[in-house]
């Protein structure tokens, strides 16, 4: 713990040397899917040039390719996403006060990427300045019945200080990692952010290979955690770590790290993280002896895995094509191995005029059900799972507040979904999903009386057909954004069919 408040001391020391002269804000959050297609769409077309695959994601970049955008070669959907996109960065080049207001019949029970609201009936304040070396954002929220008990939050604020190539960042920001539109493996915004101290490249500057003249822009993001939720060890930290790059310009890269680690009872020393950093965790492997592991010497929990991204086009179609292999923890018997149980995603997207709009059509599909290779039989032969975000040590796993922090339908989990988003077009825009899903297809839960441990989904398997949607429209200083969804589940154990319906609006004002 004296690790994360000497680092915190020092950003805050950072934050207050910095001068005030107008600048934009520095990223783009996972607030926004329409933005998102529209800049990828743009990366799919080679306008914007860095990453896209890591959020928050900086607007830096982004600014500098729209300035050198060839509007007169732009077809009509390139053009219409550049409008938004470009109109977005006005937006956050301004020091705003907002006021944002959401109505639920219940409780949202996913949370994808652009979805407004976790727990229904909020109100919510945004004020953000913006200077060329410094970026603040202080957002309290109140929520009436909170499924965490938390009514009062700070979800989105930060402060962060532009230090050359790089941001330091304080706060609780909601963090995207990987391709998936519906979901992600290693960092999604299913889960409320934690407190985190982070460090991040501000430009993907392009690393130029040697004897040649080809760049590969490139960036990077690392955090430290604060897991400060109700768990069975407390004040867990989580290590992040991300590498994203371009190696040629239809391909995009993504190679993802996370550990738990220190806490209560843990030890928390540099010797320790040094120790995590270095992948030393497997007992028997690379790691601690079984009898040092047995003494609680074991310094963390790993996570790892890589995601591609590869754009071209079929018959003269855009189309794009998507992986992600993410693992979990390995154990004695991989030898050397650092990681096993790899899960993995696979999704295509591409581009379509449907109804006089543009759209951009998705399908991904997503496996989570790791059978254990130390589980019950000991050679992943078992039928039960529970292995994956999860860790015999760390036993509520890789999840804060009641949420996994990967994967919307956690682990033991199949879900295949179909997505379409139009672009915004006359300052409105479309969402649709309709999504297959096969949850803790075990049947089984590690814990089913203790809430800190397991499933925090469902405790017995549960297949849902679900079908949403999603109307923004946005009117001078306001935007208004109209969610529903229905869905039916049916379950094993002789449990009859239910069938769910849920219906929010979202209200922004700018002031």
């Known amino acids: 713990m004296q690790l994360f408040s000497s680092l915190k001391h020092q950003a805050f020391l950072l934050f207050a040397a910095t001068s005030f002269q107008a600048l934009a804000g520095p990223w783009v959050d996972t607030n926004d899917a329409f933005l998102r297609e529209s800049i990828e769409h743009l990366a799919d077309v080679n306008i914007v040039t860095t990453p896209t695959t890591t959020f928050p994601l900086m607007w830096r970049d982004i600014a500098r390719d729209l300035e050198q955008a060839p ?14 996109v470009n109109h977005q960065l006005r937006l956050a080049k301004k020091s705003t006060k907002r006021i944002e207001l959401n109505l639920a019949t219940k409780d949202a029970r996913f949370t994808s990427f652009g979805d407004k609201y976790r727990d229904k009936n909020t109100i919510q304040i945004h004020n953000s300045f913006m200077t060329d070396r410094f970026a603040f954002n202080f957002s309290p929220k109140y929520t009436s019945s909170p499924s965490d008990d938390d009514k009062v939050t700070y979800d989105g604020s930060y402060a962060a200080a532009f230090i050359g190539n790089w941001v330091v960042a304080a706060g609780m920001q909601d963090r995207w990692w990987g391709p998936g539109w519906d979901t992600s493996l290693s960092l999604s915004n299913n889960a409320r952010p934690m ?6 490249r501000l430009s993907a500057e392009p690393v130029t290979v040697p004897f040649t003249e080809h760049n590969i822009p490139w960036t990077v993001t ?3 955690g604060l897991m400060n939720d109700d768990r069975i060890v407390d004040d867990t930290l989580l290590w992040g770590f991300r590498l994203n790059f371009r190696p040629a ?9 996370l550990a738990q680690w220190a806490g209560d009872g843990r030890p928390s020393g540099l010797d320790t993280f040094v120790d995590v950093l270095a ?8 790691g601690p002896s079984v ?9 963390g929990n790993q996570l790892a895995g890589y995601d591609i991204r590869y754009s071209t086009k079929l018959l003269d179609h855009p189309v794009a094509l998507y992986f992600t292999s993410f693992a979990e923890d390995g154990d004695s018997k991989g030898g050397l191995s650092i990681l096993g149980e790899e899960r993995y995603q696979a999704g295509i ?7 006089g709009r543009n759209w951009r059509l998705f399908a991904e599909w997503t496996d989570t059900y790791a059978k254990c290779r130390d589980g019950v039989n000991g050679d992943g032969t078992s039928a039960i799972g529970d292995c994956y975000y999860e860790h015999h040590i760390y036993q509520t796993g890789v999840r804060y507040k009641g949420r996994a922090l990967g994967n919307l339908y956690e682990n033991d989990a199949t879900s295949i979904v179909f997505g379409a988003i139009s672009q915004v077009n006359n300052d409105l825009g479309y969402q649709f999903k309709l999504r297959w899903l096969e949850l803790n297809q075990d049947n089984n839960d590690k814990a089913p009386n203790n809430p ?21 429209y946005s009117y001078q200083n306001w935007r208004f954004t109209l969610d529903a969804d229905i869905s039916q589940s049916s379950f094993e154990n002789d449990i009859d069919d239910d069938t769910n319906a849920n219906l929010s609006v979202n209200i922004e004002f700018m002031l």
Not at 349 to 355: E, Q, Y
Not at 454 to 467: C, Q, S
């Open 71 to 84: 509007l007169n070669l732009m077809d009509e959907q390139t053009l219409t996403a550049y409008s938004y």
């Open 195 to 200: 407190p985190a101290l982070s460090l991040s």
């Open 222 to 224: 690392t955090f430290m």
């Open 249 to 257: 310009q239809n391909w995009e890269v993504g190679i993802s790290r």
């Open 279 to 286: 992948g030393r965790d497997n007992c028997g492997g690379v």
């Open 291 to 299: 009898e040092e592991c047995a003494a609680g010497e074991e310094p």
């Open 349 to 355: 997207d591409t581009r379509a005029t449907v109804f």
């Open 452 to 472: 800190l441990i397991g499933n925090t989904l469902t405790p017995i398997a549960e297949d849902i057909v679900m079908l949403s949607g999603k109307v923004q």
